[in-house]
């Protein structure tokens, strides 16, 4: 063990970067211990394992440190990096490697041994950017054969035959632990732009802990203000932990990379916990991560978004018990906007944002409440949840202002479901992104798909859309309009099914499906939509629109199947259904209609019509509303019928 005291070092008025190089780079000691407050001046890089340096809780400053070099997160007091050693190999893949695959293609396999560490990279993919699939530091576990290894790691994302992979030999820093330190970083100027204001400006910050190319090391109980870099910055690592950390009050926040607790970029296994931060950028970052776990992190001021992924392809991540903004693949397309099989449990956040190419999103007693980013001054979007319907899985989660599902991705075998939930929403937003007009689509894909709703809600409903997805089955599912109000869904889904739940104060407009991307008033754009309501749901109260199932679109076609359900009119102007213009098929079996109207155009009825309506039980509806009397129209009593 060793010890700043042996140097003479008891307070900061000395410099104690000198004791550091001369403690770490002594390879007979394996800890290290400071029992002052430290002053350090220089940024310290060392290539070594096995070693553990504790704080014990005093403060570490860095008041008179050196220059950073231009645009350098890893330039920490302390850098731990493992060694590249110039062996390479680059073989051009035969074969496709399958998702969960731990065997890889390479060269020739007589220079991997078992033990041995490996900088594995696939070549960017062809949509450019910073696109790889697999760029991690693993170990080979077994060689197979002259051309195969096994590695410590299953792939997240399937690699075509054809693609190139280099493998570089790395011998990494093993268990380098920092510990139980309060540092305080040195001011910088602020910025306010997005160019630097002089040269050496990001240069000037200070940081505590990097590693690169390190396995099992770990960072815990380093409580750090006025940091400019993050305070433990990775780059290819693997099985470590990350725990009771925080960060208060950074220095840069807006300026890319700056102001966060932890920044982690191709890595794997990784473990972060009972960490916390308040007015940070981000609390836990990962860019290309896999098989790592969060929880019990909390992060407070959290409008810049405490947990993110940068859609570098991250895989299998899981969120447990955390508080603060959470935005998932949402860097932009030069990383891939992608991710897949992330899940977060008991989380609480001013909004979730996972729009992007998310595949197999699970969320599960998540909440998006209503923030402030002070006195008075409401979060934009908080409240709120973005998803990507792809494979995606809510249950127990609660939205205070809205929900909105697009679809950026195809990849899922599961389906997509949303049980037992509660959405409040906005006037004027989307549940369901629709298809929108012209000849190029707006920042974000329709809702096409499958999408399953039960046992749930959306509630404060004005106005409000549920675009183009392909099937929407609701089961027990309410949507209920304004309180005393009322409130509009217009309705752009292809087929709807509501089993059991129902509408309150609540208006289905129907606006027609959507399937391409063209001139709204072109009626080959528009597939034919089907409604069907059954399983003794209910459809009452008041809206604007005067009607609980409404097409008032001349293009529209519609099939209308009408079962088992109740829907009681508040007052005789409400329709039951209110059909104006378009081709329709109304079929009513089994149900049962109290009060209000039926409400037929007569430019709804023509070729192709079919209406059909009996073993109803009617209480005082109107019938008046209807196409007049005809050899084909008979309503005056009794079932009725309309057919051309």
């Known amino acids: ?50 070693i553990e340096i504790d704080f014990h809780g005093h403060t570490v400053t860095t008041e008179g440190i050196e220059l950073n070099t231009l645009d350098n997160p890893f330039g920490a007091v302390m850098f731990f990096q493992g060694v590249v050693t110039g062996v390479t190999q680059t073989v051009t893949i035969t074969d496709d490697m399958s998702e969960y695959s731990d065997i890889f293609e390479v060269a020739d396999s007589s220079i991997f041994e078992v033990d041995s560490w490996w900088h594995a990279q696939i070549k960017n993919n062809a949509a450019g950017g910073a696109q790889r699939e697999l760029d991690y530091l693993i170990k080979v576990t077994e060689v197979f054969d002259a051309t195969h290894v096994r590695f410590n790691y299953k792939l997240g994302w399937l690699l075509a035959k054809g693609r190139p992979i280099t493998y570089k030999k790395v011998n990494p820093a093993f268990r380098c632990h920092v510990r139980n330190m309060s540092f305080i970083g040195i001011p910088v100027p602020p ?79 990784g473990h972060i916990r009972d960490c916390n931060t308040s007015n940070a950028r981000h609390l836990n970052d990962f860019t290309c991560a896999a098989y790592c776990m969060v929880e019990n992190c909390h992060g407070d001021g959290d409008e810049y978004g405490p947990f993110v992924t940068h859609g570098q392809y991250e895989h299998d991540l899981t969120y447990i018990n955390n508080s603060g903004l959470l935005s998932f693949a949402n860097s932009g397309t030069t990383w891939g906007d992608s991710a897949k099989r992330v899940t977060v449990k008991k989380h609480i956040a001013s909004r979730i944002v996972a729009s992007k190419r998310l595949t197999d999103l699970t969320l599960e007693d998540c909440h998006a409440v209503v923030t402030y980013t002070k006195p008075g001054v409401k979060m934009a979007n908080s409240g709120s949840f973005w998803v990507n319907m792809d494979g995606l899985q809510m249950r127990g989660c609660t939205a205070q202002e809205m929900v909105t599902i697009s679809k950026g991705s195809s990849r899922a075998k599961r389906k997509n479901i949303i049980d037992s939930c509660s959405f409040g929403m906005l006037k004027g937003y989307e549940i369901a992104r ?34 183009s997805i392909n099937k929407l089955t609701l089961i027990n599912t309410w949507f209920k309009g304004l309180p005393q109000v009322g409130g509009t869904v217009k309705v752009g889904t292809r087929e709807i099914i509501m089993q059991g739940g129902g509408l309150v104060d609540c208006c289905f407009l129907f606006t027609g499906a959507w399937d391409k991307v063209g001139d709204v008033n072109n009626p080959k754009n528009k597939p034919d939509q089907w409604i069907t309501v059954d399983g003794s749901a209910t459809l009452s109260g008041v809206n604007s629109e005067k009607a609980f199932l409404k097409s008032v679109d001349p293009t529209n076609a519609i099939t209308w199947n009408l079962g088992n359900y109740t829907s009681m009119a508040s007052d005789a102007n409400t329709a039951h259904y209110s059909i104006q213009g378009g081709s329709n098929k109304l079929k009513v079996v089994g149900s049962q209609f109290i009060g209000g109207k039926y409400d037929v155009s007569a430019d709804a009825v023509g070729n192709g019509t079919y209406f059909f309506m009996t073993s109803c039980v009617e209480e005082n509806v109107n019938r008046s509303a209807l196409p007049a009397e005809s050899n084909t129209i008979k309503h005056s009593a009794g079932n009725f019928t309309i057919t051309y």
């Open 1 to 50: 063990m060793g010890d700043f005291r042996w140097f003479g070092i008891f307070d900061k008025s000395r410099n104690a970067d000198e004791a550091l190089d001369a403690l770490i780079n002594d390879l007979s000691i394996h800890r290290v211990e400071a029992h002052s407050d430290l002053n350090f001046v220089k940024r310290h890089v060392y290539h070594r394992s096995d």
């Open 434 to 467: 629709p298809i929108r007009s012209g000849t190029t689509q707006v920042g974000y894909t329709p809702s096409n798909g499958e999408l399953t709703i039960l046992n749930s809600e959306f509630y404060n409903i004005e106005e409000v859309t549920l675009g």
């Open 191 to 269: 910025n306010g732009t997005s160019l630097r204001p002089f040269p050496t400006w990001d240069q000037i910050g200070s940081n505590p802990v990097a590693y690169e190319f390190a396995v099992e090391c770990d960072a815990s109980g380093i409580k750090a203000s006025k940091v400019f870099w993050p305070v433990v910055m990775r780059r290819y690592n693997t099985h470590y932990v990350t725990e009771r950390c925080q960060l208060m009050n950074p220095e840069e926040r807006d300026w890319g990379g700056t102001g966060y607790l932890t920044q982690q970029i191709n890595v794997l296994y």
